[in-house]
């Protein structure tokens, strides 16, 4: 059974960089599948961030393209997320999942990314 | 980019009853590529349908989807009372994935 679980700072301060990981438990990455990167502003809806290949190729939202960076570490069966310049605009709960073909599942749990001087 | 606007933004209905979600898209989809989500407070949100009709592994049968083009429809058949949450339908098109805004179903 696959299992993601994000982890990582759960406050920035504006105008820093925000970095998350999730781990990927009973299934390994490099065997393929896309795996992405959703947040949920409290109380809003769901926005695609990025997703990320096992080979290290990336899609990314374009509205977020140019602060967003995506990679994956295969030997830690891990991929994590990086965004730039944050604002509290940024504040959300950030969650990661597999990409099933067009779909997402699983999901991580979610973790929640104040930014807040 | 594609948009997808889903209405109503709040249904309100008892259980027992059927509960008629609609996702529209600003441009055609393809079924292959069109989602359903159920979210619980507190909870991650949970695969319910992909490929526009076929149900995610363990989702009872009173959950159906349907559509094409840019109508897409999640249709629960007799509501339960764990079915109140919010569900959200998403697309993924040319690499890039987008969600509708949700649709909320509550409680009469």
């Known amino acids: 059974q696959v299992q993601l679980q994000e982890s990582g700072p759960g406050l920035v301060k504006p105008s820093e960089t925000l970095s998350l990981t999730c781990a990927v438990s009973g299934y390994s990455i490099s065997s393929g599948y896309y795996w992405g990167w959703i947040r949920q502003p409290p109380g809003k809806g769901l926005e695609w961030i990025g997703s990320i290949y096992h080979s290290g190729s990336t899609y990314y939202n374009p509205s977020l393209k140019s602060r967003v960076t995506i990679s994956v570490d295969t030997s830690k069966n891990q991929f994590s997320l990086k965004l730039s310049s944050v604002t509290a605009a940024d504040t959300a709960v950030y969650y990661c999942a597999r990409l099933n073909g067009g779909w997402f599942d699983p999901w991580g749990q979610g973790t929640l990314v104040t930014v807040s001087s | 980019e594609i948009v997808l606007t889903q209405s109503p933004g709040t249904l309100s209905l008892s259980p027992g009853e059927r509960a008629t979600l609609s996702c529209r898209a600003s441009?055609?989809?393809?079924?292959?590529?069109l989602a359903w989500y159920q979210q619980k407070p507190g909870q991650a949100p949970r695969l319910l349908i992909y490929g526009a009709s076929s149900r995610a592994t363990g989702i009872p049968d009173r959950f159906s989807g349907s559509g094409s083009g840019t109508d897409f429809t999640l249709t629960i058949s007799r509501l339960e009372p764990e079915d109140f949450a919010v569900y959200y339908c998403q697309q993924y098109g040319s690499s890039l994935y987008s969600f509708g805004q949700g649709t909320k179903l509550e409680i009469k």
């Open positions: 441009q055609s989809v393809s079924s292959s590529y």
